[in-house]
């Protein structure tokens, strides 16, 4: 549940991106005020002129007024021009810089944030949050700020000619805004609010679908999503249609009150004509001035509701922006330096956030450099989250990790990172050609050594069969390829990246014999030379690994080499071994898991 967002971060996130423009301000704010004014002095020469008729004036001052009038157009018309100029270059960097550093911020949100965010939401609010800021930024800058300098030049105009008309104008704006802003902040924002909650459930439903397509067809199941998707629009539809008809009539209700406003002021200017304080051309001047004050505040009533909307359709892209890190790098972190691939786990204790007990408490391992090192144990005994807090997707509560004598809470994460070599079990490729994909953790590398990482992946003969080669673009997720192919090409990835660190998330779990004789051939060519850590789900695949590290709810209750584990007579290890050989899987072994645990705590 995301946290609420107010006004004051609205604006502090504003000016976080107006405030690195400053320099651009007295000409975007100078032109803009300048146009206003020069729009306000257009019915002050159009009375000037009909006076100057009415009076029966000569020829030359009828020239002179109609020149000055049409000069008057040219330079509205030439500074309104000029200060758009300057605001698309204004705008254009604010929608540029908003949209890279959510991307870079959603980049380094935790692991459990975005497994339980849609992907497809996460875009829609991104995008729709940048969208929603140029509009937001158009509104304040091209509208509200123009349409301020417009009602005091009007008001100071008609206080200056008759202190009354002042206060009256005066009177009938603050009325008209008044109520423009409570019919949208009171009654419009919590409708709009709602449609734009119950929007981002349609892209992210879409997205959900699409991702899902091949188990949809293989299930014969499209007809259900239509409806779920349908029920899912539905609901969109009714919270969108209830906003605009609410909006609907709130905008009635102000064009009730501008009619109001011209009947006192036009009224007031024909009154004193009738006392002969104005004359024609006063009138004129009174008319055409309501005519340009009711556009601009027109609107005020429009842009108001579209800048709450807006502000509302930003929320989610502002809540990115104020929300910390949870994982930052050190102010003083170094790049780690790669070196032989040594880990160790020195009295570390970490929990998970929420949880009231950790998960490990003062846990200690030492992995020597080059060993082959595999986890074995139930769904939540830790496994999973050793290779999580060596990669420092989490950091840990006390103690220290050490990789190659580096803590790595002092060395850049990114740095961290590229020191080791990730295969996981369903591996992930970006809609990119396959040499993109294989260079992904040494992206400068050349064709000649894309290729050689292929090779020895085995990944190079399926490559080259391809129309397109190293060129063809894999589809989303690399939904091309089978899920063999995948495998390779991510072994390939990491073959080429070099580190000295390994890790396996059983790479070869759910593929077919075939394919899992060309995948373990090509681990075993990954794994030469490196620390590699797997954590292993099928016993059968771990036999030949240095050591085997059998966890229970967050402690190393066994270890050994396999010929050792399985021959020690009560060892959980050897229960689970003979469990899965004798192909005790799903519920059965699920069963199995929570009895070895049970053993394994007492």
């Keep these: 549940m995301l946290e609420k967002v107010n006004y004051k971060d609205v604006i502090r996130f504003s000016f976080a991106y107006w405030g690195r423009q400053k320099k651009m301000w007295p000409a975007l704010l100078g032109l803009m005020g300048l146009a206003a004014v020069l729009d306000t002095l257009f019915p002050v020469m159009t009375g000037v002129l009909v006076s100057a008729i009415d009076n029966n004036a000569s020829a030359d001052v009828l020239l002179w007024t109609f020149a000055g009038f049409l ?11 000029g200060s758009i100029w300057v605001w698309n270059r204004f705008a254009l960097k604010n929608l540029r810089g908003i949209v890279t550093e959510a991307f870079g911020k959603v980049q380094r949100f935790s692991t459990d944030w975005h497994a339980n965010s849609f992907a497809g939401g996460t875009v829609r609010k991104i995008t729709r949050g940048m969208w929603s800021f140029d509009t937001y930024e158009d509104i ?7 349409t301020a300098v417009v009602m005091l030049s009007t008001i100071i105009i008609m206080a200056i000619k008759w202190p009354i008309m002042g206060l009256v104008t005066a009177g009938v704006v603050v009325v008209y805004v008044a109520s423009s802003i409570f019919t949208v902040v009171k009654i419009n924002a919590p409708r709009f609010r ?34 779920r998707f349908g029920g899912v629009v539905n609901n969109w539809s009714g919270a969108a249609v209830n906003a605009w008809q609410v909006a609907n009539g709130t905008d009635l209700i102000r064009r009730y009150i501008s009619i109001l406003m011209m009947g006192v002021m036009v009224g ?12 024609t051309g006063d009138v004129v001047f009174v008319f055409t001035s309501f005519i340009v004050l009711s556009a601009y505040l027109r609107h005020i009533g429009e842009q108001v509701a579209n ?29 780690f330096v790669p070196g032989e691939g040594e880990i160790v786990f020195d009295k570390v204790t970490f929990a998970y956030k929420g949880q009231e007990e950790p998960i490990y408490k003062d846990f200690d391992i030492r992995i020597a450099p080059g060993e082959k090192v595999a986890l074995v144990g139930h769904s939540g005994s830790g496994k999973s989250t050793f290779v999580k807090v060596l990669q420092r997707l989490y950091d840990i509560q006390d103690g220290q990790i050490r990789v190659d004598g580096q803590c790595v809470a002092a060395v850049t994460q990114s740095s961290l990172r590229k020191g080791m070599a990730l295969v996981p079990q369903e591996p992930i490729l970006f809609h990119r050609s396959l040499a993109e994909n294989i260079a992904y953790g040494k992206p400068e590398a050349s064709m000649d050594e ?8 085995y990944a190079h003969e399926f490559i080259e069969a391809l129309s397109e080669g190293y060129k063809t673009l894999v589809g989303e997720r690399g939904i091309k390829l089978s899920g063999g192919e995948r495998q390779r090409v991510a072994i390939a990835r990491a073959i080429l990246a070099d580190a000295p660190v390994l890790i396996l998330d059983e790479a070869t779990s759910a593929l077919d014999s075939v394919s899992e004789h060309y995948i373990q051939k090509a681990l075993d060519t990954l794994m030469e030379g490196r620390t590699t850590i797997t954590i292993a789900h099928r016993l059968a695949t771990i036999k030949s690994v240095d050591r085997i590290l059998v966890f229970d709810q967050g402690r190393i209750v066994e270890q050994g080499r396999h010929d050792e584990l399985v021959t020690r007579e009560g060892s959980v ?19 199995a898991d929570k009895e070895l645990s049970g053993e394994a705590a007492a």
């Excluded at 000069?71 to 021009?81: D, K, P, S, V």
């Excluded at 290890?573 to 069963?591: I, K, P, S, T, W």
């Design 71 to 81: 000069a008057l157009e040219f330079f509205y018309h030439t500074t309104r021009n």
């Design 140 to 146: 304040i800058f091209m509208y509200l700020y123009p």
């Design 194 to 227: 709602r449609s734009a909650a119950e929007d981002t459930k349609v892209g992210a439903a879409l997205a959900d679908a699409i991702t899902g397509c091949p188990t949809v067809k293989s299930f014969g199941r499209e007809k259900s999503e239509e409806l």
């Design 268 to 279: 007031s200017a024909i009154l004193l004509w009738k006392q002969g304080r104005a004359d």
């Design 307 to 335: 800048l709450q909307r807006a502000i509302t359709e930003m929320e989610d892209v502002i809540w990115y922006w104020k929300t910390d890190i949870a994982v930052k790098d050190a102010k003083d972190a170094k790049d």
């Design 450 to 457: 894309i290729i050689a990482a292929a090779k020895q992946a």
């Design 573 to 591: 290890y050897r229960r689970l071994f003979e469990m899965q050989a004798l192909d005790l899987v799903g519920e059965d072994y699920a069963e």
